[in-house]
């Protein structure tokens, strides 16, 4: 569990997850309510592994991709998802390929046909700032974490 106190520290963290992402296929699922800073996230995410360009809430769009350093990076946002069968029409498994990187807002408006997460990352308002927590499923993502942790 960490404390983001600004926008700032939100970037700084998510930089610093950046540094520790394997090269093959990664999903994250990240939790929170609206204005939590989960594209603020996303957008940390992609600054820190080279993307130079504006990052936008796929809110209307579903997905946004991305290609950096010869790899597919996808960023979802499911708010808006009415059903998830809905993902199916989208084509959703071929998203998921063996390199690919996959962070999924709202991963709850999806249930049952998103493939489970490597790491989640759930984030929660404070009186002051944000409460981060990061939740692995894999044995990848447990080595992530103990080395955020550390």
Same mark, same amino acid.
């Given at each position: 569990?960490?404390?983001?106190?600004?926008?700032?520290?939100?970037?700084?963290?998510?930089?610093?997850?950046?540094?520790?992402?394997?090269?093959?296929?990664?999903?994250?699922?990240?939790?929170?309510?609206?204005?939590?800073?989960?594209?603020?996230?996303?957008?940390? %995410? &992609?600054?820190? #592994?080279?993307?130079?360009?504006?990052?936008?809430?796929? !809110?209307? +769009?579903?997905?946004?991709?991305?290609?950096?350093?010869?790899?597919?990076?996808?960023?979802?946002?499911?708010?808006?998802?009415?059903?998830?069968?809905?993902?199916?029409?989208?084509?959703?498994?071929?998203?998921?390929?063996?390199?690919?990187?996959?962070?999924?807002?709202?991963?709850?408006?999806?249930?049952?046909?998103?493939?489970?997460?490597? %790491? &989640?990352?759930? #984030?929660?308002?404070?009186?002051?700032?944000?409460?981060? !927590?990061? +939740?692995?499923?894999?044995?990848?993502?447990?080595?992530?974490?103990?080395?955020?942790?550390?």
């Amino acid at each position: 569990m960490c404390w983001l106190i600004d926008e700032q520290a939100t970037l700084d963290l998510a930089a610093e997850l950046a540094s520790l992402l394997p090269d093959s296929a990664f999903c994250i699922h990240l939790k929170g309510d609206l204005g939590a800073g989960k594209t603020t996230f996303v957008r940390g %995410l &992609l600054t820190a #592994l080279g993307h130079t360009g504006k990052v936008k809430s796929p !809110t209307y +769009t579903l997905v946004e991709h991305y290609h950096i350093n010869a790899r597919d990076i996808y960023h979802f946002d499911l708010y808006r998802l009415a059903d998830p069968e809905e993902l199916l029409y989208l084509g959703i498994e071929d998203y998921f390929s063996s390199h690919a990187l996959s962070f999924i807002e709202w991963p709850e408006q999806g249930k049952g046909v998103l493939p489970e997460p490597d %790491l &989640l990352i759930s #984030l929660n308002y404070q009186k002051s700032g944000r409460q981060v !927590t990061f +939740t692995p499923f894999s044995a990848a993502a447990s080595i992530i974490c103990d080395k955020l942790h550390n």
